[in-house]
């Protein structure tokens, strides 16, 4: 306040940055004995917001459904009104949409400043080609109000059953190639070791007469397979090989 303007009449309070907090009401009393006057008057702070509507261009299959985001950044104060608009094409009058639209809660910025999002869901029909969509937003800070357009196009949907049919093709194929794949690594691959049995017969062999002694070999892979028949006599101390036998049922060797 410059108090060499006051013995002229004038006290003006002059405030160089208004902020959020200089907000209010603001009274000036003068008094000039016996008499006094009081004047008043209301400070309002306001900051205008940003928006952007995503996306700006739209692309929808006919008879899908999709979401775009109206968002308003940085306004204040936290009262805004935000509305959808539709422009058909060709024309230049607006249809207020009051379905399929949703606004989420405000939230407050760290400067003090707020922030909301409102949402269109949209899900056209093929005459809704080249519609114009509006996002319409009225604040105590705005003369005139705010708005983002997007412009929407619609396709045909297209007819899936030809690619229903190619992927069941497919999968079926893929199984076929893949049980051909298991049973050649099964057959000619994968290899695992004999299962050898106890041998039975007889323990107590005669002199000069014939006995079997059996052993069972399971479970292996592949069928190339190779035998010996070992010995060892009470008086030896190593194994004698006496018998061998290769896949082809000839025997190799005798002893």
């Known amino acids: 306040m410059e108090t060499t303007k006051i013995q002229y009449g004038s006290a003006e309070l002059h405030i160089p940055r208004a902020q959020f907090s200089d907000e209010g009401q603001y009274s000036c009393r003068v008094i000039n004995t016996p008499k006094q006057d009081l004047g008043t008057s209301t400070l309002q702070v306001s900051v205008p ?14 008879g899908t459904e999709k979401t775009v985001m109206c968002e308003v950044h940085t306004f204040y104060p936290k009262d805004v009104s935000i509305r959808w608009g539709q422009y058909r094409k060709g024309s230049s009058d607006c249809e207020l949409l009051e ?13 003090g400043t707020y922030s909301v999002t409102s949402l269109l869901t949209l899900n056209p029909k093929k005459e809704d080609d080249g519609n114009t969509y509006s996002c319409i937003i009225s604040h105590r800070s705005l003369r005139i109000e705010l708005s983002r357009n997007l412009t929407l196009t619609v396709t045909e949907r297209g007819d899936n059953a030809g690619a229903i049919i190619t992927a069941v093709v497919l999968t079926i ?6 049980g ?3 049973f050649l690594y099964f057959r000619f691959v994968k290899k695992d ?4 049995s ?23 892979r592949p069928n190339d397979i190779e035998i010996f028949v070992c010995i060892r006599r009470s008086e030896e101390q190593e194994m004698r090989t006496i018998y061998t036998w290769r896949s082809g049922g000839h025997p190799l060797r005798s002893g």
């Open 99 to 111: 379905l399929w639209t949703c606004v989420k809660n405000v939230l407050i910025n760290s400067d």
């Open 193 to 196: 070791p004999p299962t050898l």
């Open 198 to 220: 106890e041998i039975t017969g007889n323990n107590e062999l005669i002199d000069m007469n014939r006995t079997t002694l059996t052993c069972q070999i399971m479970d292996f």
């Open 180 to 182: 051909l794949l298991a």
């Open 173 to 178: 194929l893929c199984t076929l190639f893949l």
């Open 49 to 62: 917001p940003s928006a952007c509507v995503t996306p700006n261009d739209l692309t929808i299959e006919s």
